[in-house]
């Protein structure tokens, strides 16, 4: 089973306070970015793989969506989603990703957001969400970039002039990574970019857009924090198509 690391208190509680926890996808600054990846909605089933407190599924409900359901491992997201929804169109259910099965074209959009770089097999869950596409149905998601995942070991280090180095960056060495993001241990797999694409193309995907994201000098005047981000790609934004 795909590592549970939400419903670890320490990590839920941390997480319960970053700026897209608390202000949602106006809080997450690739949101725009995402958002453009995104066509017309409504009247579409949509499944959102790894849906948190369901910020997603508010939203493509808000925007006309017919159906939408979110999967996640989490109880405490989980839980967090059903205390903060209303609509009846939009239900809730725990999933192990890793595991996932959905009935043969039943949707016509699958959005994921940072959530596949948890994920050991991906090839099995790209399958699976290829299939349960109708003809011409959508895959977005976002992930963390392997520029971003690929250290051995988490943070920074300093060189002699002070400048910040990443350590032990084995980007061409695949497999699990433990860090200390939140809480001690996390893991998630790294995989390269080509390993992203490939994949896709594998479970039959045709790849439509493919964004290294960073900030925008707007945000970049907004929330000078941002910054940092210009250092290296943070996510990987993805479109796809069955």
């Not at 009935?103 to 959005?111: H, K, N, R």
């Not at 707007?218 to 479109?239: F, G, H, K, N, Y």
Request: with cysteine.
């Amino acid at each position: 089973m795909t590592q549970n690391i939400y419903d670890t208190p320490e990590f839920f509680d941390g997480y319960s306070r970053l700026a897209r926890s608390v202000h949602g996808l106006d809080g997450a600054p690739e949101w725009p970015a995402l958002r453009a990846l995104l066509t017309d909605v409504r009247g579409c089933d949509v499944v959102d793989l790894g849906c948190g407190f369901g910020w997603f599924c508010r939203w493509a409900d808000g925007q006309g969506a017919a159906s939408v359901l979110g999967l996640d491992v989490s109880r405490n997201m989980l839980a967090r989603a059903r205390a903060t929804t209303i609509s009846a169109t939009i239900r809730y259910e725990r999933s192990d990703l890793e595991r996932l099965q959905l009935p043969p074209q039943s949707v016509d959009l699958a959005y994921s957001s940072l959530t596949l770089h948890y994920l050991e097999r991906l090839p099995a869950l790209l399958a699976t969400v290829h299939q349960a596409l109708r003809p011409g149905g959508r895959f977005v998601f976002s992930c963390e970039h392997p520029i971003y995942t690929a250290p051995a070991q988490p943070g920074f280090i300093q060189d002699d002039d002070g400048r910040r180095i990443w350590p032990l960056n084995q980007y061409a060495v695949r497999g699990e990574r433990r860090t200390d993001w939140l809480a001690k241990g996390v893991i998630k797999q790294h995989r390269t970019v080509a390993d992203y694409v490939n994949l896709l193309i594998g479970a039959g995907f045709t790849l439509a857009h493919l964004d290294e994201w960073a900030p925008s000098p707007t945000q970049l005047a907004r929330q000078p924090a941002l910054a940092e981000e210009q250092d290296r790609p943070m996510m990987l934004l993805v479109s796809a198509n069955r």
